[in-house]
């Protein structure tokens, strides 16, 4: 059977969901430590084994359990800051595409202030501010800060499908028939673009799940115990010698990831506009 990229990413990103929807029953407590048997007798992390799959860290837990439980929290954080992101893009893209004049002009403006200063950067500095406040653990920093700087290519591939849109029969009609501009907005222009806004939010999901692999790693991300990939990479990182499992496991589960939601964004670009080669 011949498999299409799309096909192969949809597999994958379902089996990614289906593990950390499963979590509960299909591994352990990823906090539990087996300091006793979870340790070679120097004390250091055990390798792959019966039972431990993906080994053990330096805390005796089982890698597995841990990379299981950070596919639940890492792709939660993902998507929930998509959403964030979508929802932000579209409102802005919209109205900038719909409305032109001066309307258009500040809310391009907007979005050429936040493209002006690096992702990653913007994503730190905003995330450490948040955790200064004190909000709930660490989970709502990370979706919060990816959501508020994610928008923006959204909002623009959006302003520019709804200037074409815009000019269509439909809408001229629904304009000359005494329709309102919120109405043509939300009952005519927002259909015309759920297809690629489909697509972005697909991109958006990898790139955050990249982004927050990032704000854990540096210590942004939700404090231990909790598990995420970013953070279990980290952990590891001083035994990737000794016990190159502690940074594999993870590393490759971002891998995954992050290549399945591309191959699903790239199948519905595809899809939309078989023409779009390059």
């Known amino acids: 059977m011949n ?21 509960p029953w299909i591994a352990g407590d990823p906090a539990a430590q087996d300091i006793d048997g979870g340790l070679t007798v120097r004390g250091a992390p055990m390798g792959p084994h019966a039972g ?19 596919a639940g929290m890492s792709l939660g954080m993902a998507v ?13 893209g919209l109205w900038a595409g719909y409305a032109g004049g001066w309307v258009d002009a500040v809310l ?11 992702y990653l950067l913007v994503a730190i500095l905003l995330a450490a501010l948040l955790r200064e406040a004190e909000l709930e653990s660490g989970v709502v920093p990370v979706i919060v800060t990816l959501g508020v700087i994610g928008w923006t290519t959204i909002a623009r591939v959006v302003r520019a499908r709804v200037r074409v849109l815009r000019q269509q029969d439909f809408v001229v009609a629904a304009r000359a028939s005494g329709a309102g501009g919120f109405h043509i907005v939300t009952r005519h222009l927002l259909r015309n ?3 690629v806004v489909i697509t972005l939010a697909a991109l958006a999901i990898a790139q955050n799940l990249l982004a927050e692999a990032a704000l854990s ?5 939700p404090p231990p115990p909790q598990a995420t990939w970013g953070r279990m990479i980290f952990d590891g990182q001083s035994y990737y010698r000794s016990a190159p499992w502690l940074i594999v496991a993870p590393g490759l589960a971002i891998v995954l990831a992050v290549v399945s ?18």
């Open 261 to 278: 939601f591309n191959l699903i964004a790239e199948g519905l670009r595809d899809a939309a506009d078989p023409h779009a080669h390059g």
């Open 3 to 23: 498999l299409s990229p799309f096909r192969v990413g949809l597999i994958m990103a379902l089996a990614i969901v289906a593990v950390a929807l499963l979590a």
């Open 108 to 118: 391009m403006r907007l979005v050429d202030v936040v493209l002006a200063f690096p």
């Open 193 to 195: 673009v759920v297809g």
């Open 52 to 70: 431990a799959p993906l080994g053990t860290d330096t805390l005796g837990r089982d890698v597995w359990s841990r990379v299981v439980a950070g």
């Open 217 to 221: 790693y540096v210590g942004l991300g």
């Open 80 to 92: 929930a800051a998509t959403m964030m992101s979508v929802v932000i893009g579209v409102v802005v």
